[in-house]
């Protein structure tokens, strides 16, 4: 290693900063500014939250099973304030559904899933010594790591988290008189989130110079992996809509805590006569769901990036329709912004406008369709590998056909009567949302856990938590939809209205419930594979080598050891798209972007 | 206590199995000289054939779900709009059931036949403008039919209700409904949230309130249960009163608050025309029970006095948002009375429901009203029971005393003006 960083520095004078061998500890592992670092300590802080996000849901899936019975798990976590004698507070149900929505939208899933592969591979797949700005970088992982902190927090004061549900609608959220959530837990909530926005705005500006100026040499932008392309619109979309939900916030602040009535009028709560009037709770969701759709694409499109590069690799063939996936995603990015309004089609918003939001969200559709056809013809005729990658990656295509086609009835206004807002709605999203990022983070955890920490994870416990997490989280959600179709409202501490009006939809509610429940735990039990496989692995895993998965991208042509700078020499130069896989004429089934074409050979895209 | 010991034994036993099955795993890889990339064609195998089984796992279990649970759940619509809406739920069903098992079918048989085999190379296959054209226009096509139905549809639902329609307005607070009845002018009163008194929950505009409103503001009620300017200044000017900080600034800040209110509320009283207090003296405000005259049109709206409902009605397949500061609006003509639905799901317990279906506190999931479908002749029979706001509302005790106690406080506008 020496002799190469030697001869690095001859040739790149420009990088002797390969040789600060001798860092602190605390600029190494705590404020380091080298990508591959701060991609851990995203990683880290995620599998963290995502643990907590878990945890959540199942204490709260506890009480939708069995309702009013005391259970001692309920106790251990949450104790005699908010499960006296093992029941859980109506209050805290909804405390901790919308603790569980928003760690697991933004905290694991925009932060951890982008922060994390966005920091490692791009750098890593366009040539790059480091991101654009590593002290932005750096700053943009703290302060994710505050904004996590604070959102913990709120978790364990008295008044408890917020309990508005993860979209907080006014007046809900700006009236502590209304639910006791709304006191300190909101400003929690609000603070955290201005801070989490923050650093999203900082890492997602940084993608996008990074990829925009700091591409080898021959990476042009049709030769850049569909992961940077996916990564790429990722950070559009949150630059151009994060800023509104901040706006969203800092306005609803005002409202709680300046005496302004953005989203307040006409109000009587808790006996007292606001004087509020002339704001609208609608002008709220607008500026939220400017950004929760667009967000539903932030969170979906890194996982169809990774996917993308996973599938094509184990199936040692090219991505079929490498460009029409680019225009995909372009589509699906541009499409994001215009079609907000389907969240509202009951809110009392003109239903003419309700009508242009249709015909835009079903237009999404096109594009996502494009995107599945194209992963099937890239399987058909391959030589498929099923790494635990791979697995999740299909698994991935799976969830997204089966959420996305229930997505066809929500954004059709009519229909979306009959099911908004009840579990048919929760069953759509957490399966093309959830299950579908949450795969997609997986499969890339699987396929570049050897470029993060130099080792191998144990495919066997890779294959157990496959298999467990599929059949656990379908298991889930498949009953889920019926839940909703039955018409049961989400966010219902439980089902016992119905034994008033109608017990036959009740004894289904509750017979779906328990096998909802009994599901869940068993998924979660499954991620103990994934947890023990992933800090064994760390520490006694054994050693990777530096292309074990026979890839052709440049993350793979650098040495298994981090370096800083990346690459001990000259950065490579790229000579041919990314999907060299199985070419014909070649000796290898796979060809690295940094081989010059040989004489007569015909470039590929 | 005994709980979270065996917990933590079966944690720690569970970690130590697994901990011992990856060494033995992984000693025995180091015998074989395998490495943890290289998959071997027999795991290979295995998975594709267990994608495959899946599959068939999951399509039954799904199959199974749609044969014991219906579509819908709810069972069949009971309005108008509802039979078409879900007519088109049931055509969309098809097609995405369609999309649904023949893209889901490909992708795990795919995984299945297509895992590596020895000597089979995979077939480079870049792009094919014509196969990625007609899995373009396909959807494109599909889902102009779609949309085309949909807009129709949506459109017949939110679109005018006729002349002759009822109207209706629900009023939604945490956590009940109240419903009032336009009466037999069918115009529903004017409504103000200032006017909001005990005996005049849903804040209805006419003479009469208005002056119990501005008396209610002006002094409060006597017996201290709620607090006018009159008595707030009093408590406040009461030199025997000792209060913390805290509570005299928020003492303070109400009867700012409450000085400003009054203002508005005389304002109001003063552009008050008398013609408009019939239109809501003969309304007729009804808490339990919701009762529809069956193949009836209503003109639903919707008022939320603290935070935001969502006036659910399964059955009817309808919905709409209460939102506080806004009034909002739906039609629904029912078209089976509760007799009918009852005799057709053959559950005599059986009756309509509005929920409550956007978050609205802790108590949300119980807030509910039982909606009744009654043929024409039970409709009537059961409005002439009801009593009329003006008959309710003059009929209460007066709370408050119609002169001022000590004469210090008039209803009086420059009066506010100098405070």
Known sequence: ?605 | MSFKLITLVVIVLGILAIAQLVRVYELSSKLRNRREEDISNRDNKMNGNLMMLFSIIQYIGFIWLMLKYGWTGRGEAASVHGLETDWLLNLNFVIILIAFFATNSLLFYFSFKYVRKPGVKAYYFTHDNKLELIWTVIPAIVLAIIIILGLKTWNNITGESGKESIKIELFSKQFDWTARYSGEDNKLGYSDYKLTTQENELGLITTATLDSAIRLMEIGKLDGTVLGIQLLEEKLNNPKNIFVPEELVKMENDLDRKTRLLRLLVQMQKRHNKKMDARAFDDIIQKDTLHLCVNKEYEMSFRAKDVIHSAYFPHFRAQMNAVPGLVTRLKVIPNMTTQEMRIKKKNPKFNYVLMCNKICGGAHYKMKMIVVVDTPAQYKAWMKTKTNFKDVFLAKPVVTPATPVDGAVVADTSMMAVK
């Not at chain 1, 007046?171 to 639910?179: D, E, R, T, V």
């Not at chain 1, 630059?239 to 306005?251: R, Y």
């Not at chain 1, 015909?359 to 096109?366: D, G, P, V």
């Open chain 1, 1 to 605: 290693m020496g002799a190469l960083a030697h001869e690095a520095h001859g040739h790149h004078g420009a990088h002797d900063h390969h040789e600060h061998h001798d860092e602190g500890f605390v600029s190494k592992y705590i404020f380091s500014m080298d990508h591959k670092m701060i991609s851990k300590q995203y990683l880290m802080t995620a599998v963290f939250m995502g643990l907590v996000a878990m945890l959540l849901s199942i204490l709260f899936r506890i009480q939708l099973a069995w309702p009013g019975e005391s259970s001692d798990f309920l106790t251990l976590f949450l104790g005699e304030t908010w499960a006296p004698g093992g029941v859980l507070k109506e209050n805290m149900y909804l405390g901790l559904v919308t603790i569980h929505g928003t760690i697991m939208v933004f905290f694991l899933l925009t932060g951890g899933l982008s922060g994390t592969f966005s920091n490692l591979l791009i750098p890593f797949q366009i040539g790059a010594r480091d991101m654009a700005s590593g002290f932005l970088n750096m700053l943009s992982y703290w302060m994710f790591f505050l904004s996590s902190t604070i959102m913990m927090i709120s978790l364990f004061i008295e008044t408890g988290p917020a309990m508005a549900g993860w979209t907080i609608y006014p007046p809900l959220s700006a009236l502590p008189q209304a639910i006791e959530g709304s006191g300190l837990g909101m400003t929690l909530w609000l603070t955290s989130m201005s801070i989490f926005i923050a650093s999203s705005l900082l890492g997602s500006l940084n993608y996008i110079v990074t990829v925009l100026n700091l591409r080898t040499k021959g990476m042009k932008m049709t030769r850049l992996p569909l992961t940077i392309w996916a990564f790429f619109v990722t950070a559009i979309l949150g630059v151009l809509s994060f800023p509104v939900l901040l706006s969203a916030a800092l306005l609803l602040l005002m409202d709680r805590s300046a005496g302004t009535s953005f989203y307040l009028s006409d109000i009587i709560v808790g006996g007292e006569m606001l004087e509020n009037h002339g704001g609208s709770p609608l002008l709220y969701q607008h500026l939220f769901w400017f950004l929760g759709h667009p967000e539903v694409y932030i969170v979906l499109l890194p996982a169809l990036g990774l996917s993308s590069e996973i599938i094509a690799t184990n199936s040692r063939k090219p991505i079929f329709g490498y460009r029409a996936m680019i225009g995909s995603i372009l589509a699906i990015g541009f499409l994001s912004f215009i079609v907000w309004g389907h969240h509202m089609f009951i809110t009392g918003m003109n239903p003419f406008i309700g009508s242009v939001f249709v015909f835009t969200t079903l237009l999404i559709a096109i594009p996502s369709a494009v995107k599945v056809f194209n992963y099937l013809t890239t399987l058909w005729r391959g030589s498929l590998i099923l790494t635990p990658a791979m697995l999740f990656a299909i698994g991935l295509v799976s969830t997204f056909i089966s959420g996305g086609v229930t997505g066809i009835i929500l954004a059709d206004s009519a229909l979306d009567i009959a099911v908004h807002d009840t579990y048919f709605v929760v069953a759509h999203f957490h399966v093309v949302m959830g299950m579908s990022a949450v795969f997609g983070m997986f499969a890339g955890v699987y396929h570049w856990f050897p470029k993060m920490y130099g080792k191998m994870l144990n495919t066997r416990l890779g294959y157990a938590h496959f298999w467990v997490t599929l059949i656990g989280a379908y298991g889930v959600f498949f009953p889920m939809h019926f839940v909703g179709l039955a018409g049961a409202p989400r966010r219902y501490y439980d089902y016992s209205v119905y034994g008033e009006f109608d017990t036959n939809s009740y004894e289904m509610i509750m017979d779906l419930n328990v096998v909802i429940t009994v599901f869940a735990i068993i998924a979660a039990i499954g991620q103990g594979f994934f947890l023990f496989n992933f800090f064994y692995s760390i520490a006694r895993g054994p050693k990777t080598v530096m292309n074990p998965w026979r890839s052709t991208t440049l993350e793979w042509t650098t040495p298994v050891e981090h370096i800083h700078g990346n690459w001990p020499g000259a950065l490579p130069e790229v000579h041919r798209w990314p999907y060299d896989y199985s070419k014909p004429g070649q000796e290898e089934d796979f060809v690295s972007q940094i081989v010059p074409l040989a004489e007569g050979e015909e470039e590929a895209h």
